[in-house]
């Protein structure tokens, strides 16, 4: 999830914790340890850039991370804040709530979070968009509804647990909404008699009303929205495959890592003797465009039998453009 909400998320786990003892103390505390797992966001700036991919929401993100470093940041704290009467153990367990609770939260994002590393296994429910107001805002009100309340207060503890409350009920909605739109894109699927080998499905930006999916059949994909306030039948884009287009590179380590982080979910585009690998986890900024253009995009740079793989910046006119269709496209077909 987006900064803002794992700092809230962070803040309430403090004030939960440790609130009634140091007060607003807690969810600064809580508030840093909800930010310090997204610090390899900074890879980029020391390696290349699958190995920065690689490194995203990997080690610490992790039970491993929390476990490891909770004691060693608890005691820290307690070298900070030695006026407080409060022992290094209830600071490294107020981290460690802090630090666990941003990959558990991660998880449900269609990046997901190897929480269980070093096995290699990313969990992703795919069920909430990395920005969600309807989860972030209520959650940041009552945040700063008990901010501003006494330390150790009833009503302070209440704002606190009304904000935990209605976030973890609106995460469980969106749970349920994912259930019922992936049955009405397997039923559009059976409706219109296409055959396929496996469905993805996700929110589409900023909201979960509106959700994606992507369908892969013998050799394309079909990608789709569906908006819960559709009237219309399900519409399927077909985009081809093209894997053999890179057939020439089917031993290049590059590649087979760039395939391994898309999950296998990818196409080939070729413009003007560039080729591009397209994650389509992600989405498209338009599916229905001649020649979609993809999130996340990366250029296939061939040299000397060599394979190189650079990220194509994101386009910030094509994302207008996309929140401007959401925004209309949302209400319904």
């Not at 053999?244 to 196409?267: C, F, H, M, P």
């Amino acid at each position: 999830m987006d900064s803002l909400t794992q700092i809230v998320l962070g803040a309430a786990i403090g004030e939960a914790v440790l609130g009634k003892k140091v007060g607003n103390k807690a969810m600064l505390y809580g508030a840093i340890a909800g930010t310090i797992p997204d610090l390899d966001s900074f890879a980029p700036l020391f390696t290349d850039t699958l190995t920065a991919i690689e490194i995203h929401r990997g080690f610490s993100h992790s039970i491993l991370f929390s476990i490891l470093f909770a004691p060693i940041f608890g005691w820290l704290i307690s070298k900070i804040e030695k006026k407080a009467d409060v022992h290094w153990k209830d600071w490294s367990w107020l981290m460690f709530w802090g630090l666990i609770t941003h990959p558990l939260l991660d998880a449900h994002t269609t990046w997901g979070t190897q929480l269980f590393w070093p096995l290699d296994l990313r969990l992703a429910y795919k069920n909430i968009f990395v920005i969600d107001p309807l989860y972030t805002l209520p959650f940041l009100i009552f945040l700063i509804l008990a901010f501003r309340a006494k330390k150790g207060s009833l009503q302070r503890r209440k704002y606190n647990n009304l904000g935990l409350i209605i976030s973890s009920i609106y995460m469980i909605c969106t749970i349920g909404l994912k259930a019922i739109t992936y049955f009405k894109f397997e039923s559009a699927l059976e409706e219109q008699d296409i055959s396929y080998n496996q469905i993805q499905t996700r929110p589409s930006p900023f909201n979960t009303i509106m959700w994606s999916a992507n369908v892969e059949v013998e050799d394309a994909y079909l990608l789709a929205d569906y908006s819960i306030l559709d009237t219309k039948p399900i519409e399927f884009k077909r985009i081809p495959k093209n894997h053999d287009l890179v057939n020439d590179y089917r031993d290049e380590k590059d590649l087979n890592r760039i395939i391994a982080i898309s999950q296998g979910w990818y196409t080939i585009a070729k413009r003007d003797e560039i080729l591009y690998f397209n994650d389509l986890r992600f989405g498209a900024y338009n599916i229905n465009a001649a020649d979609p253009k993809f999130v996340f995009s990366y250029k296939l740079k061939g040299k000397s039998g060599e394979l190189k793989v650079e990220e194509v910046p994101r386009d910030p006119e094509n994302a207008k453009k996309v929140f401007s269709n959401l925004a209309t496209r949302v209400f319904g077909n």
